[in-house]
């Protein structure tokens, strides 16, 4: 993949790979946002990684826009998509019910029963493309094509926390409250932002994540362990 960059205003740029939603550009990404934060070069800011390009900000004051571009085509090079593994989560969802509001809907339009649905959603494994819309708003690739659904044409002004969605071609885990045209499947108890936590993000781009069927009952005793502060999930080691 031939990277090109494009600059942001004045104290920014971004290297850009390819055209289109791809897990090779995506990992090549994740890895080159790794690389560069951790050489720490005086005068480069925030870090940015997204689906296919990194924008990185600095400070014209103490580095040039020149340099930052040497710096970001010097990192590319040699990079491997592997270079940075990601973590493996598995999940909780209660399907169905008052958020997951869409399912039965969305099952006729298949010609699939609600369980069929539930089964072909928790049988997929997910890769977190990016964090972003909202703090912790976790974008999904890997949804299967039979659930592909387009967004509604007007959103709904307020879908809680946990909210599982899907939007065209993606899946998501909605961060916090808001408006959204998504549409919705399901609920996790999980928090994938708490501003409380000494992280507040709980998954990473290039995090690998499963769901798993839960009834009502745990559900709503998983929250109440998350409200007393209790981590009712933890990342699998790397692969």
């Known amino acids: 993949m031939t990277p090109t960059i494009h ?9 850009q790979l390819g055209d289109k939603i791809d897990a090779e550009a995506n990992a090549r990404i994740i890895a080159l946002a790794a690389r560069i934060e951790a050489a720490g070069v005086m005068g480069v800011g925030e870090v940015v990684p997204t689906y296919r390009s990194l924008l990185l900000r600095y400070d014209p004051e103490r ?10 085509l010097r990192g590319y090079e040699g990079l491997s998509d592997t270079e940075t593994a990601g973590r493996h989560w598995t999940v909780p969802v209660v399907y169905g019910g008052e958020v997951g509001q869409d399912i039965e809907e969305m099952a006729l339009a298949k010609g699939l029963t609600p369980d069929e649905m539930v089964a072909l959603h928790s049988g997929a494994e997910y890769r977190v ?14 949804l299967p094509e039979i659930l592909h659904t387009q967004r509604l044409a007007t959103p709904r002004q307020n879908i809680p926390a946990g909210a599982i969605g899907i939007g065209g071609q993606q899946a998501s885990i909605n961060s916090v409250a808001g408006p959204s045209g998504w ?26 994540i499963r769901f798993r069927a839960v009834e009502v009952d745990e559900g709503k005793l998983l929250a ?3 409200e007393a502060g209790e981590a009712v999930i933890e990342p699998e080691a790397a692969a």
């Open 63 to 72: 580095i040039r826009g020149a340099e930052v571009e040497r710096m970001l």
């Open 183 to 208: 549409r919705f499947i399901g609920w996790t108890p999980v928090k994938s932002f708490d501003p409380t936590r000494p992280e507040p993000f709980l998954f990473r781009a290039g995090d690998r």
């Open 7 to 15: 600059p942001c205003g004045d104290s920014a740029l971004m290297l």
């Open 129 to 142: 493309y990016m964090i972003g819309f909202a703090p912790g708003f976790a974008y999904l690739g890997g």
């Open 224 to 226: 109440e362990r998350i």
